[in-house]
């Protein structure tokens, strides 16, 4: 799932697990 893209555009490229 990318869609932590769109919604954490503004932080650095982090993991799915780490937004998890």
Known sequence: ???TQGC???L???SDE???
């Open 8 to 10: 954490f555009s503004f």
């Open 18 to 20: 780490q937004i998890k």
């Open 1 to 3: 799932m990318r869609l």
């Open 12 to 14: 650095p490229d982090l």
